[in-house]
C-alpha cells in the first residue's frame, strides 16, 4: 500500500504544470553579441544623458548661488536706503516741530506786546484820572504825593 501511495504521488507530480520545462531555442554566440553590444551602446547613452543632467545640474546651482548673491546686495541697498528714508523723515518731523514752535513764539511776540500796550495805555488813563481827582481832594493828592505819583 505505501507503494502504490509513492507510486501515485510520482505519478501526480510528474503531471504537475510545474515541473514542465520549456526547452529555449538556441542562440547563437553572435546574437548574444550583438544584443551585448546594444545593452552597452544604451547603457553609454544614458551615462551620456547621466553627464549632461549633472552638469546642467551643477550649472543651476550657480546660477542659484549668483541670485542669492544678487538678492542678498539687493536686501543690503534696500536696508540703507531705508534707513535713509527713516531719517530723513525724523529730521524733516523734528525741523516741522522746531518750526511751529519757532511760528507760535513769533505769532504770540506781537500779541503780547499788543497786550502791554493796552495795559500802559490802561494805566496812564488811570494815572490821569487820579491826578484831575488829586487837584479837588486833598487827601488823595497826598496818597499820589507818598507813593511818588505826584
Known sequence: MRSFILF??????????????????????????????????????????????????EANRQAIEANRQAIKQLSTELLGFMKWGFGLLLTGMFILFGFILWDRQSTLKPIKAEIDELERKKVNRLIATIEKSSENDVNIANAMRSTGLL
Open 8 to 57: 501515485l504521488l510520482c505519478f501526480f507530480m510528474w503531471l504537475n504544470p510545474a515541473f514542465a520545462v520549456e526547452v529555449a531555442p538556441r542562440i547563437s554566440d553572435r546574437e548574444i553579441i550583438e544584443s551585448l553590444m546594444r545593452v552597452e551602446a544604451g547603457i553609454k547613452a544614458n551615462e551620456k544623458a547621466i553627464e549632461v543632467t549633472r552638469q546642467a545640474i
